[in-house]
T-cell receptor, first 111, second 116 residues
Framework: GNSVTQMEGPVTLSEEAFLTINCTYT??????LFWYVQYPGEGLQLLLK?????DKGSNKGFEATYRKETTSFHLEKGSVQVSDSAVYFC??????????FGQGTELSVKP | GAVVSQHPSRVICKSGTSVKIECRSL??????MFWYRQFPKKSLMLMAT?????????EQGVEKDKFLINHASLTLSTLTVTSAHPEDSSFYIC????????????FGPGTRLTVT
């Protein structure tokens, strides 16, 4: 079946450090892929998405590229800020019309 | 972007009582809404899919008689936790799918339920 696996957190970085959060998936066909962000005490916000192989989603300095050959959708940011501290969820949209989420990766950025 | 609201944001209820949570799409019509449950430091667990005008589809292991879902209009779905127990305490999040986009889901801010 469909599944999403993310690197375990928490990830702790200093401000302006480079961020990578790994995400790999298992799915039938070529699902749409998403990164969501959840700030403390809030719901989820869509951060970026990619709908086909080699697409690059980007938003607020974050990027992720849909890699079909490695079934990955790693999230990257060149210089993180304290305000980026949150939980990040990788997800795919399956053929049944449902979002399948990874377990979430908590990011903590220290000044 | 599209906005989804939830009400209340926090609720505390006594064991044995029922509590209703509302999910509204404020600026778009949502034929489909989803209800998730999130445990501390865990991912979101899909509880059910709510389709306007028809019965909700529940995920395996979710008790439909305990978690009543109603989707009476294109902008409102409700989740009622009946005869709540402390183990029902959780963060409940809804999402709504814009019927003009096949995959885009917009999430509400969540409702923190505490059962004492």
């Amino acid at each position: 079946g469909n599944s999403v696996t993310q690197m375990e957190g928490p990830v702790t970085l200093s401000e302006e450090a480079f961020l990578t959060i790994n995400c790999t998936y298992t799915a039938t066909g070529y699902p749409s892929l998403f990164w969501y962000v959840q700030y403390p005490g809030e719901g989820l916000q869509l951060l970026l998405k990619a709908t086909k192989a080699d697409d690059k989603g980007s938003n607020k300095g974050f990027e992720a590229t849909y890699r079909k050959e490695t079934t990955s959708f790693h999230l990257e940011k060149g210089s993180v800020q304290v305000s980026d501290s949150a939980v990040y969820f990788c997800a795919l949209y399956n053929q049944g019309g449902k979002l399948i989420f990874g377990q979430g990766t908590e990011l903590s950025v220290k000044p | 972007g599209a906005v989804v609201s939830q009400h209340p944001s926090r609720v505390i209820c006594k064991s044995g009582t029922s509590v209703k949570i509302e999910c509204r799409s404020l600026d778009f019509q949502a034929t489909t809404m989803f209800w998730y449950r999130q445990f501390p430091k865990k991912s979101l667990m899909l509880m059910a899919t709510s389709n306007e005008g028809s019965k909700a589809t529940y995920e395996q292991g979710v008790e439909k008689d305990k978690f009543l879902i109603n989707h009476a209009s294109l902008t409102l779905s409700t989740l009622t936790v009946t005869s709540a127990h402390p183990e029902d305490s959780s963060f409940y999040i809804c999402s709504a799918r814009d019927q003009t986009l096949s995959y885009e889901q917009y999430f509400g801010p969540g409702t923190r339920l505490t059962v004492t």
